[in-house]
């Protein structure tokens, strides 16, 4: 199994520029979201997924769109970039089952992204 | 380089030593408090995680401690060793919630 693939794992735009972030997991996990982390401040949650065609708002989502039209995949979007958004985005990946256990995230390696 | 963990919190420890990385959480219904581990330039990985039900937890070289009554958790790794250094992070997880929230983060970094 690759686990949690992205692509780019760097970009520079200009501002407002748009651009799409890539993420795909192999683990055939139902739960996926995007983090960002911004030195200093850990990593905050953009938006999350609970399966295909189901998407929902995290702490950040303002100026980033998703969708999830297939299990494997859940691209991350920018409409329209602005330096605010330089940061490391990350994708992350787990079951959600409802066992009473935590579910461990699976992150990817990241993708550095800078807005000039 | 890895910028992430510019003026984060630092423990610098010897080789084979142990040591102890504290975090406070805010949120008292939080079921679930997890470590994370990440090594520069990738990911975040998954350590330990303890249910708010309990006190302590142990895994590999690693144990838990959370304490409710005043909103501590800490993270001890025994005989530190070089591959340990890594920023770590303390998360929150509620039952049934899809957000982990996570802390700042400590640096841990390892003298050989």
């Known amino acids: 199994n690759a686990g949690v693939t992205q692509t780019p794992k760097f970009q520079v735009l200009k501002t407002g520029q748009s651009m799409t972030l890539q993420c795909a997991q192999d683990?055939?996990?139902?739960?996926m979201s995007w983090y960002r982390q911004d030195p200093g401040m850990g990593l905050r949650l953009i938006h999350y997924s609970v399966g295909a065609g189901i998407t929902d708002q995290g702490e950040v989502p303002n100026g980033y769109n998703v969708s999830r039209s297939t299990t494997e995949d859940f691209p991350l979007r920018l409409l329209s970039a602005a330096p605010s958004q330089t940061s490391v985005y990350f994708c992350a990946s787990s079951y959600t089952e409802t066992s009473g256990e935590y579910n461990e995230q699976f992150f990817g390696p990241g993708t550095r992204l800078t807005v000039l | 380089g890895e910028s992430v963990g510019l003026h984060l919190p630092t423990l610098s420890v010897q080789e084979g030593d142990n040591s102890i990385i504290n975090c406070a959480y805010s949120?008292?219904?939080?079921?679930?408090f997890i470590w994370y581990k990440q090594e520069s330039g990738k990911g975040p990985q998954f350590i330990i995680d303890i249910r708010s039900n309990m006190d302590k937890r142990q895994g590999q070289r690693v144990t838990v401690l959370l304490n409710k009554t005043v909103k501590h958790l800490s993270l001890q790794i025994a005989a530190t060793q070089p591959g340990d250094s890594a920023v770590y992070f303390c998360a929150e997880n509620t039952w049934g919630g899809f957000k982990t929230i996570f802390g700042a983060g400590t640096r841990l970094f390892v003298k050989a």
């Open positions: 949120n008292s219904a939080s079921d679930y």
């Open positions: 683990m055939n996990h139902e739960y």
